[in-house]
Each structure stands twice: as structure tokens, then as C-alpha cells.
């Protein structure tokens, strides 16, 4: 099979079971399979394909996300091992980067805390742009603990990385940053979520409770659709200052801040 056949052929598989973009995820597992870029596919219609597809692409139609397929998954500047033991680094979750960043601007060597570090993609952003920062990830999974290593290995960022939940943030920092579960339940939303682990998805008030923890000059949270409210009043009633509501680049209110 050409790779001009193998493309249609995925697209239409992957739009026969209800992926949202079958054009685009058929170009980057072709795109893997041929060690080359979404463009470069073009470049390649008349290479022949081998087996190497045909697993990726039934994972993929079984709405396994595709990150996971893939193995990696970028995010802000860097390119990070991904798979189930941590959830799929998010383009929303880039705007807690831009704003710890932002925060920060003018603290010398800032001590930044990431809790629930999952796969290392907050706060290896963190490290990567703001390099004299030292950067702190918890998480109670040891599993994802063990992703977040092996990239920062990878990347040779340097990160302490320790086991870990809310009470690290009563230890004193500059900024506290967090994507704490907030999804109530799956019923109704995308099939993929069913991959990724729930402890990481699934719960209610780790905003509050990581905002009466906290030992910081700025805390940053994210929160899911219709939560900013509530979580920047919760954050008002701890005493913070400069409450603030930051969209995401698709325009959802996705981020809530404030100063101790």
C-alpha cells in the first residue's frame, strides 16, 4: 500500500469511528510511521507502507487518545514521552506556564512547586523557559512520578521530583502551581478520556483545599468549564489578593490566580 492509499484509507476509518479530526491524526501516525513531519507526508504519497500502521491506527480508532499512540506529545517548546501513567499534556494547560512565567518575571531564582506533576509538562516548561528557576514536582502517583523523571532525563532539565500531594505546598514558595483533578464525570464527554488515569481526572475541591495549603506568594490554578468563579471566590475567602481569571487561547476562562 502506497502511503497516498494508506492516508485515505485511515481518514476514513478513523472518521467512521468518531474521531473529531480524522485528516489530521491520519497525517501524524503516517507521519510516524515514516519518520517525517504532517508535511512531509505530502512528500512521500508514493513511498510504500509496511504493517507498522495498521496497530497504531486500530488503537487509535478504539479512541485511544492519540498521544498515547504516538508515544509523545508536544507542549509549549518541548516534546515529552506521553502514555497512561499520566494525562495527555493539554494546549490549555500552556497558559499556567505563561502566567507562573509572568508571576515570576521579577523573582531572582523563584521556588516554583508543581502539584500533581503528572507527566513533568508544567513544570518542565517552567524549567526550560526560566532555567535559574528551581523547580519542585509532587504527585501521589509513584507511576507518573516515573514518567515525569524519565523526561526530564530526556531532556536534561533538572527537577526535584518527590512523592507527594497538597501538604508540599505548606512548605513555602513563590509560586504554587496546580491542574488538580476537576472533572465530576465522564458521562458525556470524549471516549479518550477513558484512557487516561482517573485519579488525575476525576474530583471535587482539590482548588480549595490546595488554596488553604498553600505557603506561596502567587498560587495558579487550572479549572475546568464554569469552575472560575467559584474557585476565584474560594480563593477571595483564603485571602488572596489580585484575584484574576485568564482565558485560555480558546477563549475559556481556564486559569485562576491570586497573591498571598
Given at each position: 500500500m502506497t502511503a497516498?492509499?494508506?492516508?485515505?484509507?485511515?481518514e476514513r476509518r478513523l472518521a467512521a469511528a468518531g474521531v473529531e479530526t480524522p485528516r489530521v491524526d491520519a497525517e501524524l501516525l503516517l507521519a510516524h510511521v515514516l519518520g517525517t513531519t504532517r508535511s512531509g507526508v505530502y512528500a512521500?504519497?508514493?513511498?510504500?507502507?509496511?504493517?507498522?500502521l495498521e496497530p497504531l491506527l486500530v488503537r487509535r480508532e478504539a479512541r485511544e487518545p492519540l498521544a498515547y499512540v504516538l508515544g509523545e506529545w508536544g507542549f509549549r517548546r518541548l516534546t515529552l514521552k506521553t502514555d497512561d501513567r499520566?494525562?495527555?499534556?493539554?494546549?490549555?494547560?500552556?497558559?499556567?506556564?505563561?502566567?507562573?512565567l509572568a508571576l515570576a518575571a521579577r523573582i531572582e531564582a523563584p521556588a516554583v512547586l508543581d502539584v500533581g506533576v503528572g507527566s513533568g509538562a508544567i513544570a518542565l516548561a517552567v524549567k526550560d523557559e526560566r532555567p535559574d528557576a528551581r523547580v519542585t514536582g509532587v504527585d501521589v502517583s509513584p507511576a507518573a512520578l516515573a514518567l515525569a523523571r524519565e523526561n526530564a532525563d530526556r531532556l536534561g532539565l533538572d527537577l526535584d521530583l518527590r512523592e507527594g500531594g497538597i501538604d508540599a505546598a505548606a512548605d513555602g514558595w513563590d509560586v504554587v502551581v496546580s491542574n488538580p483533578p476537576y472533572v465530576e464525570s465522564l458521562d458525556g464527554l470524549q471516549p479518550e478520556l477513558r484512557y487516561e488515569p482517573s485519579g488525575a481526572l476525576l474530583g471535587?475541591?482539590?482548588h480549595e483545599a490546595i488554596a488553604r495549603a498553600a505557603r506561596t506568594r502567587y498560587l495558579v490554578l487550572e479549572v475546568g468549564d464554569g469552575q472560575a468563579p467559584s474557585v476565584a471566590a474560594a480563593l477571595a475567602a483564603e485571602g488572596y489578593a489580585d484575584v484574576a481569571i485568564v482565558r485560555d487561547l480558546a477563549g475559556r476562562e481556564r486559569v485562576v490566580e491570586g497573591r498571598r
Open positions: 497516498r492509499e494508506a492516508l485515505s484509507e485511515a512521500s504519497l508514493d513511498r510504500q507502507v509496511d504493517g507498522e499520566a494525562l495527555v499534556p493539554r494546549p490549555e494547560s500552556e497558559t499556567l506556564v505563561e502566567r507562573v471535587a475541591g482539590f
